[in-house]
């Protein structure tokens, strides 16, 4: 995920779920009629900030978590999805590999994906990520990228692909082209989820990513969500991080509505948020449980598609003696019960 300061027609039926007491036929007339005064299409007045929204509807919940090394708290929160991260190359070679090392066919990987998705989660391929270099930028020709993204794809049978684009390789237009050729070309030959995980500021994606969106619009391809990193902004925003997460879910879903053609309400179904949980890599920026239950209420009042956060293995509280000013790999740097930002977020 990133570490700088920094939905097309193949979305899922979406559940209402409906809870509280059984009201009278009456009661119920009534209060139909006081929530239309406010009404839009298809959505209701939302009672915290009186903005439309859609009706209630399933926010899944699909964190990031290593796909080489398990940690206690993947099952927290109840995933449907986990987000393998990352599959990387080089910009010499189209070799992708697991975290940059890992073998595509390695034995332990497959164990570990059979483990995840034994309590019934979906499996998703994220390539990118901040760390590595994505892919695109080292295969030659749309189509031998298509192949080693089909590699990564089939060694865990995995139907979904999320392209995790940020730093050099949201500008290098040359690699944007052949990743958006090459998604085309493997959604015309299988039934592949496509995701683009990108970066935003509370204002909204940056025009780099909205020109991604755009072009792989033009190539064809089936977005099925953008996901934003609603993580690392800049050292002056040192504001409330469940406000500004908010605020770059508002603008980056008005920008779908006009970059993708979507509805309103489906433009809340191909949102998905990413957070970056306690202690960011930007000083001063720390994404707390309070800010993780806030942006839960307000992704369910919505209808967003889903949450995540960077990463499962974070979920914990440091150790004693970690310096938990800087962002830590392995801890969130908060005081927390394991497992509790997934809990949170996953509602």
């Excluded at 009706?55 to 940690?71: G, H, I, L, M, N």
């Excluded at 708290?73 to 697991?98: E, M």
């Excluded at 909205?210 to 925003?237: F, K, P, Q």
Aim: include cysteine; charged fraction near 20%.
């Amino acid at each position: 995920m990133q570490t700088r300061a920094r939905a097309h027609t193949a979305l899922r039926s979406v559940r209402r779920i409906f809870a509280g007491p059984r009201r009278s036929a009456l009661a119920g007339l009534l209060a139909l009629g006081l929530a239309c005064s406010a009404c839009s299409a298809g959505g209701v007045a939302d009672q915290a900030d009186g903005v439309p929204s859609p009706p209630a509807a399933q926010t899944r919940y699909a964190p990031y978590v290593s796909a080489t090394t398990a940690a206690a708290t993947d099952g927290a929160g109840a995933p449907d999805t986990y987000n393998l991260a990352f599959v990387t190359s080089n910009t010499s070679s189209c070799s992708p590999l697991w975290g940059g090392s890992t073998a595509l066919t390695s034995e332990a990987v497959a164990a570990r994906v059979g483990e995840l998705t034994a309590i019934g989660a979906d499996v998703r391929v994220s390539f990118g990520g901040a760390a590595g270099t994505e892919a695109a930028l080292g295969c030659d020709s749309a189509q031998e990228l298509a192949d080693a993204y089909a590699k990564a794809l089939d060694a865990v049978g995995a139907t979904a692909a999320d392209f995790d684009i940020e730093g050099d390789a949201l500008t290098d237009t040359a690699s944007v082209t052949r990743r958006n050729e090459a998604v085309a070309l493997l959604q015309e030959q299988r039934d592949l989820d496509v995701t683009y995980t990108l970066p935003v500021m509370p204002d909204g994606l940056e025009d780099a990513g909205t020109a991604l969106l755009r072009d792989a619009v033009d190539r064809g391809v089936e977005i099925a969500a953008v996901n934003i990193m609603a993580m690392n902004y800049s050292t002056s925003h040192d504001g409330d991080m469940g406000d500004y997460a908010e605020s770059a879910a508002q603008a980056a879903h008005d920008q779908l509505v006009e970059v993708l053609g979507l509805s309103r309400d489906d433009a809340w179904k191909a949102l998905h948020i990413t957070v970056m949980i306690g202690v960011n890599d930007v000083a001063g920026e720390a994404f707390s449980l309070a800010d993780a239950a806030s942006l839960r209420s307000y992704a369910t009042r919505r209808g967003v598609g889903a949450l995540s956060m960077w990463a499962s293995f974070r979920d914990r509280q440091c150790a004693p003696g970690v310096n938990t000013a800087k962002a830590s790999d392995t801890c969130s740097g908060v005081r927390q019960e394991a497992g509790a930002f997934a809990e949170a977020l996953g509602g």
